[in-house]
């Protein structure tokens, strides 16, 4: 949910000096050549990334989003090389009161199987997104979303909820926002990506050609498109899915593949740096690392045998002073993420570091006599118990190195006893949802430039953890920033979201990063790709 008034959770935010993700280029293998100027040629990518859906309303993930990112269209979206958002395959997008946002379509849109793109399939994409509310979807993103009216087939007005939405445009752009073909896809349930790879419901710089569900999707550019990031530089993409870093990592030194993205280890990429075949560019992004607490199964959880809120509320607390950030960002990711403090990562308007003040020695590090004061004023007898869920398919493979060292700093004077496991991410994403995992990792790839792509996904009743942290007075507090126009009144509420909720401690942020990208001399673009989200666009990619 938006917030005690409004249903929904919110995904992702991009910011100008964060994230972890590794895009790796290298630029000795494909065909054709390229100079930028027109379409042409072709590129191989690598990623160990997973698809979970190509439906838009069945998956809220990287992996999906990164495919669906090139074949759909969207009302608003970010240029190469930006975070900001402008009209894609709309002529005009505005406020045409404070609850009515207006958007015009371009004429003679067209989806690659020859059907015509109306206002009428963009109230179609939104109103099933809403109604199938899948819980591995993204539809909590529209949660501001009231009713939809279309007056004509290029005009498309949205009725909001909360009025002067100051998110509403980027929403527009995030993975709720892919418009799709009503002719095509179910209204009431997800559709299968067979049946959307046959329909040819594609209509953004490129269609789906071949697709092996993560194993191979072959792409060509559609001629159709009339968006605002125009023709793409290169004619055909082939994405190659690695279930090991170690084998895309080998590819990319023997020249197999001319772009691998998401993710190698830290060490990898040193290595790669010394590579003299390729350079290293380091760009924007908004990644962040984080510990879930699901409030009805994690120690003295509401669901639990033993169930106490105020123990429950010291064991996260005590895990909050004993998790030294320092020591994860440097033996583990070598610097290339940087601790985190709070909720919204450091470089965006209104964050803070709320967590190094309340907790651990006051200075970032851990404290071992804190966590034995908090537990024992609650009565809670150690070791405490905890299975802790990790991935490492999804968020890289040094999760594992990660965890390992999570699980020893929370071992520390025998306050707790955890429990590691690791599970494949499709089936993660599911059973994460399903109280399975008490305690569990979680990464954010950003939608867009904006704190409160932090703050409501995470916060508001019915989140997108599906956690069951429900606070009252933080709801009320993302309602008013999310409508606040006075831009320093906006960043006080958001402040005061932070200062609530890490005396909640609904999730333990750990880390935030710095993007890098290693390209091949003859591949160019990527640092238009780096546009400081996990928005991966390949149409800006060419050789030449």
């Known amino acids: 949910m938006r917030s005690a008034k409004i249903s929904g959770k919110r995904l992702l935010a991009v910011s100008a000096a964060l994230a972890a993700t590794a895009l790796v280029l290298a630029g000795c293998s494909g065909s054709g050549n390229n100079s930028g100027s027109g379409s042409s040629g072709s590129l191989t990518v690598g990623t160990t990334d997973k698809i979970t859906s190509i439906d838009p309303a069945g998956s809220y993930d990287n992996g999906s989003f990164a495919v669906m990112n090139q074949v759909y269209p969207f009302l608003m979206n970010s240029p190469y090389g930006t975070s900001d958002v402008k009209p894609d395959i709309a002529a005009s997008a505005k406020f045409t009161s404070p609850t009515e946002y207006t958007v015009t379509l371009k004429p003679g849109l067209k989806f690659a199987n020859g059907h015509d793109l109306t206002s009428s399939d963009v109230k179609f994409t939104f109103d099933r997104q809403k109604k199938i ?15 939809i009216d279309t007056p004509d087939p290029t005009t498309v007005v949205f009725h909001l909820k909360v009025p002067n939405d100051q998110t509403f445009a980027q929403v527009l752009s995030s993975p709720a926002g892919p418009i799709v073909d009503e002719q095509v896809f179910s209204a009431d349930k997800v559709t299968p990506d067979n049946t959307i790879v046959k329909g040819k419901a594609f209509a953004g710089q490129y269609e789906i050609t071949s697709y092996d569900f993560n194993n191979l999707v072959a792409y060509k550019a559609f001629p159709g498109y009339k968006g605002l990031l125009g023709k793409p530089a290169t004619d055909k993409i082939n ?10 990592k080998l590819d990319i030194q023997k020249g197999g593949i001319d772009v691998a993205f998401r993710s190698l280890s830290a060490t990898d990429i040193a290595s ?32 639990t045998p033993e169930a106490d809120a ?42 803070t570091t709320v967590l190094k003040d309340l907790y651990g020695d006051g200075n970032g590090g851990p404290s071992l006599d804190k ?8 009565g809670v007898t150690t070791p405490i118990a905890m299975n802790l869920q990790y991935n490492t398919d999804h968020y890289g493979p040094s999760s594992s190195d990660e965890y390992a060292q ?16 690791s599970t494949e991410y499709v089936t993660y994403n599911k059973e994460r949802v399903k109280d399975t995992y008490p305690v569990y990792q979680l990464g ?3 939608d867009y430039s904006d704190a409160d792509n932090y703050l409501t996904p995470f916060f508001v009743k019915d989140n997108f953890l599906v956690n069951h942290y429900d606070n009252p007075a933080v709801q009320k507090l993302i309602d008013q920033q999310l409508g606040e126009t006075d831009k320093a009144a906006r960043t006080k509420l958001i402040e005061e979201i932070q200062a609530k909720v890490a005396a909640d401690l609904s999730t333990l942020p750990l880390l935030q990063g710095a993007q890098v990208a290693i390209t091949g001399k003859t591949v160019t673009g990527a640092d238009k790709t780096l546009d400081g989200s996990f928005k991966f666009k390949y149409g800006a990619l060419s050789k030449g």
């Open 133 to 147: 509310n899948d819980p591995v979807g993204p539809a909590y993103l529209l949660a501001n979303i009231d009713t």
């Open 239 to 248: 994405v190659k899915y690695y279930a090991e870093a170690s084998n895309m």
């Open 272 to 303: 790669l740096r010394a590579d003299k075949n390729v350079k290293v560019v380091d760009g924007p992004g908004g990644e962040i690392r984080y510990i879930v607490f699901n409030f009805n199964t994690m120690p003295f959880g509401a669901k």
């Open 310 to 351: 105020k123990k429950a509320l010291a064991v996260r607390q005590a895990a909050a002073d004993l998790v030294d950030r320092e020591a994860i960002a440097k033996q583990v990711y070598k610097d290339t993420y940087t601790p985190l403090y709070s909720y919204v990562p450091s470089g965006l308007t209104g964050a």
């Open 371 to 378: 966590a034995k004061a908090v537990l024992k004023a609650a």
């Open 406 to 421: 999570v699980k020893d700093q929370l071992e520390q004077g025998g306050l707790f006893k955890v429990n590691l496991q």
């Open 444 to 446: 954010w790839f950003p």
